[in-house]
């Protein structure tokens, strides 16, 4: 089975423009988390969806946004781009609400100019 | 807050050297415990977790052991080999509520021939 897929992998944008990233879970996993990790850090907590409902948001401003679609693969936007944006975005997906294993993408390196 | 505090790195071994990286934690709690690797510019990777006190994680011939007395879940192996370069980040998930990892900030190890 393939593991959690994420695109695109690359991506430079420029401040002030809005970036969308995507996201498709492992096959039956219902539950989809975002987490930013800046160069030299642990990843940091954004969002979490699961069955198309935000379960968990992070301590992050309002340009972020996230959704979930009917198939469960999610998307992450991020509007109004700030240098401090640039990161690796990854994606995890679990099973569902229970204590099940997060299983993280590849990952979208975001570079903000 | 839950928090996750790692060792500075970056470690460096000879190959076949036995490593230890600490990793202790603070929960209002008891917490799932894991450790992710990432491999250079990959996302991350499940190496192995404990889910309560006393429980050992195990994963090619990684080792680490859940000790609530000292809140602590050192990983350890035995002979280190040069693949087994990477970050390596500890992190916690409470068991109530939503799914949120929470993160060190990774221990960098460098393993030589």
């Known amino acids: 089975d393939a593991g959690v897929t994420q695109s695109p992998t690359h991506l430079i944008k420029t401040r002030g423009q809005h970036v969308t990233l995507r996201c498709s879970p492992i096959s039956g996993h219902k539950s989809v988390s975002w987490y930013q990790q800046v160069l030299g850090q642990g990843p940091q907590f954004i969002f979490q969806?699961?069955?198309?409902?935000?379960?968990g948001r992070g301590n992050f401003p309002d340009r972020f946004s996230a959704r979930q679609f009917p198939n469960y693969s999610s998307e992450l936007n991020v509007n109004a781009l700030l240098l401090g944006d640039s990161a690796l975005y990854l994606c995890?997906?679990?099973?569902?609400?229970?204590?099940?294993?997060?299983?993280f993408g590849p990952g979208t390196r975001l570079l903000v100019l | 807050g839950n928090s996750v505090t790692q060792m500075e790195g970056p470690v460096t071994l000879s190959e076949e050297a036995f490593l230890t990286i600490n990793c202790t934690y603070t929960a209002t709690g008891y917490p799932s415990l894991f450790w992710y690797v990432q491999y250079p510019g990959e996302g991350l990777q499940l190496l192995l977790k404990?889910?309560?006190?006393?429980d050992k994680g195990s994963n090619k011939g990684f080792e680490a052991t859940y000790r609530k007395e000292t809140t602590s879940f050192h990983l350890e192996k035995g002979s280190v080999q040069v693949s087994d370069s990477a970050v390596y980040f500890c992190?916690?998930?409470?068991?109530?509520?939503?799914?949120?990892?929470?993160f060190g900030t990774g221990t960098r190890l460098l393993v030589s021939p």
């Open positions: 992190a916690l998930r409470m068991n109530t509520g939503f799914q949120k990892l929470v």
């Open positions: 404990a889910t309560k006190a006393d």
């Open positions: 995890a997906s679990s099973g569902g609400q229970g204590e099940e294993t997060q299983y």
């Open positions: 969806y699961y069955e198309k409902e935000e379960r």
